[in-house]
């Protein structure tokens, strides 16, 4: 009996981690924070400042091509992010000021990102490609072929802070094949096959890291409107915020200097709560239902 028992349960656990494989991580995911009482998981918000292309090659079409490998690998790995793509988006992040340092006014991006309720900006920036010829093959059997090789940098800017999540740069490459090479040869014009596979072949890896990073920060919300006992929200039903969600309010520290005159933002520690009581499509209302000058708030998070 103990044996057939013991047998049973070697069954179960094989079929649960089949299971587990099928259904993919976020769903995984999903189950682990209900076992664990990790509670809801919210969506968070991000934006990108417009692709920089350094290469001086293919201009803005291959900076718009760019950003839609971008966005096509991002929807299809990170099921956690929503990327506000709009034309008011857009323009309004292309109008963010920089300062003498030539680096990104941080405190005027953080106060437009909490406006519209994101949790990060990511800046993506096209640094090199190059074409260069190479022997591939086995010894005594190599062949010359031309690699394009392509190096990419991405940062990504905390709204709560101001500060830097992650600053990475990703190289890749891909082997033209022989009929490729020559055209090439013949021509030093911008090829959008050519673009296409080399975007395709580092995207992917690009778009993984970014979900790993963000993935590990928790959804922030921010007040942008106050009415007496009366709060608004800057992000609603797109990322998944309901009625009667209790959110713990953090109050405003005193702002950092760092290098170049920059100033980074800095959360206190908890000073009240909120519950939700009604819900837009980007923002919602909610009332104060313990502490004291939750005006004061620097950022809003779900209470666990």
């Not at 009366?230 to 760092?258: M, N, Q, Y």
Request: hydrophobic share 40%; proline share 1%.
């Amino acid at each position: 009996m103990r044996i057939v028992a013991t047998k049973g349960i070697a069954i179960m656990a094989t079929f649960l981690m089949a299971v587990f494989l099928a259904i993919g991580c976020a769903t995984t995911k999903k189950i682990t924070g209900d076992i664990t009482g990790g509670g809801k998981a919210l969506k968070k918000k991000i934006a990108f400042l417009p692709t920089v292309n350094k290469t001086g090659y293919g201009g803005k079409d291959f900076q718009k091509f760019a950003r839609a490998h971008l966005n096509t690998f991002l929807k299809r790995f990170c099921d956690d992010l929503i990327i506000m793509d709009s034309e008011k988006a857009r323009s309004l992040l292309k109008e963010i000021p920089r300062l003498a340092s030539g680096q990104i006014d941080n405190l005027a991006l953080a106060k437009l990102g909490r406006a519209l309720g994101f949790n990060a900006v990511l800046e993506e920036s096209l640094s090199e490609i190059s074409f260069v010829e190479d022997q591939r093959g086995a010894w005594g059997f190599k062949d010359t072929c031309v690699l394009v090789q392509i190096s990419v940098y991405v940062r990504a800017y905390d709204i709560e802070t101001g500060a830097v999540l992650f600053d990475e740069v990703f190289h890749n490459e891909v082997v033209l094949s022989e009929g490729e090479s020559e055209e090439k040869n013949e021509t030093s014009e911008y090829d959008k096959w050519i673009a296409d596979r080399v975007l395709a072949k580092i995207t992917p890896e690009i778009s993984k890291r970014i979900c790993y990073h963000l993935d590990n920060e928790r959804w922030k919300g921010y007040v942008t409107y106050v009415s007496e006992n009366t709060f608004t929200i800057s992000a609603g039903k797109d990322v998944g915020l309901a009625v009667g969600d209790v959110l713990e309010v953090f109050g405003t520290g005193e702002p950092i200097e760092g290098q170049a005159g920059q100033f980074y933002l800095v959360s206190g520690s908890k000073i009240g709560e909120i519950r939700i009581t009604r819900v837009h499509r980007n923002r919602t209302e909610a009332i104060g239902i313990l502490g004291s000058d939750l005006q004061k708030s620097s950022c809003v998070k779900l209470k666990r």
